[in-house]
Each structure stands twice: as C-alpha cells, then as structure tokens.
C-alpha cells in the first residue's frame, strides 16, 4: 500500500523529467531496487514519455542531414589543411579588426512563424482606420437614437397632458 502512495506522489515523474534533487534521484534508485512493482511503473513511465516526446516531435526540413554532413566535411578538410599549412589563428576583416574564425555548423531552418507579403501591410491599416470610423459612427448613431427616443416620450408625455 505504501508504494502506491510513493507511485502517485510525483516523486516518478520528476524523476524522469530531470528535475529531481539528488535527494529524490537515491530515492527512487533505491525503490527501483528494492520494489518490483516500482520498477515497472517507472518504466512504463518513462515508455510513455518518449511516446509523448515522439508524437509531438517536429521533423526537421529535408536536406538538414546533407548540410550538416558537408559542414563537417568542410570543417575536416580545413582542419587538416591547417594541420599541413599553419595559418593564423585571427583573421582580418574590412576595418581591420581581429575576430576568431569561427569554427560551427551554419543550418538553415524553416520558420514557424507565418510571412506576410509587406503589399498586405496598407490593407491591415485600412482595415484597422475603418474599423475605427465604423466604431466611432455606430457609437454617435446610439447616441443619437437614445436622445431621439427621449425626445418622443417627452412628446408623448406633452401630448397626454395636452389632451386632458
């Protein structure tokens, strides 16, 4: 009954995400050891994570794999030039200014953000400008209308009275 209560405290799932103190990681290492049943819901736990983790994963853009492998070719092939040829480890750039060479992988990757044509950006303001006249106007036409229906019940009340 006890490992049932340290099942369904959370203790397994920090445990898994990697938030876990030092603390709860021996604490968990220990139960795994001494309880069967603990042992096995940790692995279903962590089975279904990367169940998880796999459902939500984004493919990266076609073509990624090829670039990273000519990157590292590239970087191989300057390496053992270097080895050969010794160059400087600084280069000069157009002001004359050191900078290190930089040694990474440049990946291109696709935006998940949606591109609007710059055309479009004179259509939002209209939109947004018309918007506004039309708020402004249905707001002056309530106005008016309430001050209109006021004025004929006082000419309504002004016509009983005028009538008795």
Known sequence: MEINKIIESGLMETYVMGIATEEEVQKVLSLKEEYPAFKDALEQLEYDMEVLAQSMSIEPPAGT?????????????????????????YKHDKNNQESKQEKYIEVESESNQMRVNKAWRWVFIAVFVLGKVFLASAIYFYLENRQAQEQLKELKIELKQKMR
């Open 65 to 89: 794999l090829a670039k990273i492998e000519h990157e590292i070719n590239e970087i191989q092939r300057r390496n053992q030039t270097i080895q050969t040829a010794p160059e400087p480890e």
